[in-house]
């Protein structure tokens, strides 16, 4: 796949090529196309080759990245092929890349696989406190579980009134005569709850 920008400045014909490949996996059992290698021309010529790295998908499937670079800061997905050639003097880099060599039906990308990592910073940020929420829900319910019942210190020990057994030989003293004014009373010795005026 070539794209040709002519002439830019100095450089005459200025071509970018990319060499792209297709491979058949027996265990997603599908076709997958990779980006083998890009390469510079001007001039006629071959002036940089950069090795590809990770920038494969489904052959059905477009890839798509938002940066894609020989740059380290951008995780450098493109290597120079060789440290003899003029490809160390390039810096190469694809803002919103998207590409698809292969099953392009009616000059539209197909549904892109992106490049995004499964372990971005985010990510990895969320599975560290889901397992720091997993662990304080586990110990919970150990807690929980383990949990003696209180009800036997705390159980109300209150017993129905006592009343002693009266015995006959003691009706005699139960009761005792008031002096009051000339109204005669009586009071109960046991139990002083009130008293009883005849």
Same mark, same amino acid.
């Given at each position: =796949?070539?794209?040709?920008?002519?002439?830019?400045?100095? =450089?005459?014909? =200025?071509?970018?090529?990319?060499?792209?490949?297709?491979?058949?996996?027996?265990?997603?059992?599908?076709?997958?196309?990779?980006?083998?290698?890009?390469?510079?021309?001007?001039?006629?010529?071959?002036?940089?080759?950069?090795?590809?790295?990770?920038?494969?998908?489904?052959?059905?499937? &477009?890839?798509?990245?938002?940066?894609?670079?020989?740059?380290?800061?951008?995780?450098?997905?493109? $290597?120079?092929?060789?440290?003899?050639?003029?490809?160390?003097?390039?810096?190469?880099?694809?803002?919103?890349?998207?590409?698809?060599?292969?099953?392009?039906?009616?000059?539209?990308?197909?549904?892109?696989?992106?490049?995004?990592?499964?372990?971005?910073?985010? $990510?990895?940020?969320?599975?560290?406190? *889901?397992?720091?929420?997993?662990?304080?829900?586990?110990?919970?319910?150990?807690?929980?579980?383990?949990?003696?019942?209180?009800?036997?210190?705390?159980?109300?020990?209150? *017993?129905?009134?006592?009343?002693?057994?009266?015995?006959?030989?003691?009706?005699?003293?139960?009761?005792?005569?008031?002096?009051? *004014?000339?109204?005669? &009373?009586?009071? =109960?010795?046991?139990?002083?709850?009130?008293? $009883?005026? $005849?």
């Amino acid at each position: =796949l070539s794209l040709k920008f002519g002439d830019i400045g100095n =450089l005459k014909g =200025l071509v970018i090529r990319f060499l792209l490949t297709t491979s058949y996996y027996q265990l997603s059992v599908q076709n997958w196309f990779s980006l083998h290698r890009l390469q510079l021309l001007y001039n006629h010529s071959v002036q940089a080759t950069f090795n590809a790295t990770r920038i494969h998908a489904p052959a059905t499937y &477009s890839y798509h990245c938002d940066h894609v670079s020989s740059l380290q800061r951008y995780d450098a997905l493109l $290597i120079p092929s060789s440290a003899n050639d003029l490809s160390q003097l390039w810096e190469v880099t694809f803002i919103d890349f998207q590409i698809q060599g292969f099953n392009v039906q009616e000059g539209h990308f197909a549904y892109a696989k992106d490049c995004a990592s499964f372990f971005s910073p985010a $990510i990895l940020m969320g599975l560290v406190m *889901s397992l720091i929420l997993l662990l304080v829900l586990a110990y919970a319910l150990h807690m929980l579980i383990h949990l003696k019942s209180l009800d036997r210190h705390y159980e109300c020990k209150a *017993s129905p009134a006592y009343f002693a057994q009266m015995k006959d030989n003691d009706m005699g003293d139960e009761k005792e005569p008031l002096r009051n *004014s000339g109204n005669e &009373s009586y009071e =109960l010795r046991n139990k002083p709850f009130g008293k $009883i005026y $005849i």
